[in-house]
């Protein structure tokens, strides 16, 4: 496997193989193992250069394991000792990208997850952590454009979450109650359409209890929705929303 990626790339050109995987015929140049995580964070192995250093980091999801490594890598080949990047990697924070947030008990992860590949990624890490606890997922779709991931955000709903909230999401020329129904035909678990998304955030954590857990997708970070074809509103984000329904004098842990 690695040879054929060796084979592709043009003469000169430095290449650094790496893997969850080691082949005696083939061999990486550096291999990541014994990954483990939890709701601290996540601990690896990283083999390279002769040596095995664990690494740290408060990220967690099982692919970030690789996103690091990418990273730790190109640095070391830069001349970035390696302590210098494990004391780099262990406190990061990506805005909107797997945040999680105690809301007075409840669990809540906002994450830009949009299609079936990052839907799967988000939830199999999520539910890796709450593997039993009653998990509502809020969804939707753009419009205008990529019309079977109105049919992947149902189908994905049905596989990990207990309960599905279907809202806006940059819905274009198109009407997010029309989206939302289109999304819905796919769902097989409890379901409300709410077409304003701060108003569905809220009903969601109106409607939870502690120990819930409630997945937030599709926006991340962001802080404008998409309407109409050339127009968008400004969007305070999901997390303001959650935190201004915790008030602003509650106390609240987001990393």
């Not at 084979?7 to 483990?36: C, M, R, T, W």
């Not at 997945?215 to 109409?228: D, I, Q, S």
Request: positive net charge.
């Amino acid at each position: 496997m690695y040879d054929r990626v060796r084979e592709s790339v043009p003469e000169g050109v430095k290449v650094i193989l790496f893997g969850q995987k080691q082949y005696d015929h083939d061999p990486a140049d550096a291999v990541i193992g014994n990954v483990q995580m939890g709701m601290s964070g996540l601990t690896f192995e990283l083999s390279y250069r002769g040596r095995t250093d664990t690494i740290h980091t408060n990220l967690v999801g099982k692919f970030n394991a690789e996103n690091i490594t990418a990273a730790a890598l190109a640095a070391l080949e830069l001349g970035v000792d390696i302590d210098t990047v494990k004391s780099s990697v262990k406190e990061l924070f990506i805005p909107g990208r797997l945040n999680f947030v105690e809301a007075n008990g409840r669990h809540v992860i906002i994450d830009y997850a949009h299609n079936h590949m990052s839907y799967s990624s988000l939830f199999r890490t999520i539910r890796s952590i709450y593997p039993t606890d009653r998990l509502t997922a809020l969804v939707g779709a753009m419009g205008d454009k990529a019309f079977g991931r109105r049919r992947e955000a149902g189908q994905m709903t049905n596989v990990y979450a207990d309960r599905v909230v279907i809202t806006e999401q940059d819905s274009g020329s198109e009407h997010p109650a029309k989206i939302g129904s289109e999304i819905a035909r796919y769902v097989h678990k409890l379901c409300k359409i709410v077409p304003r998304r701060e108003a569905a955030i809220r009903y969601i954590l109106d409607k939870s209890d502690p120990g819930d857990v409630i997945v937030l997708t599709g926006k991340g970070a962001e802080k404008t929705l998409r309407v109409g074809r050339n127009s968008v509103r400004p969007y305070a984000g999901d997390l303001e929303i959650v935190k201004a329904w915790l008030r602003t004098d509650m106390t609240i842990d987001a990393k």
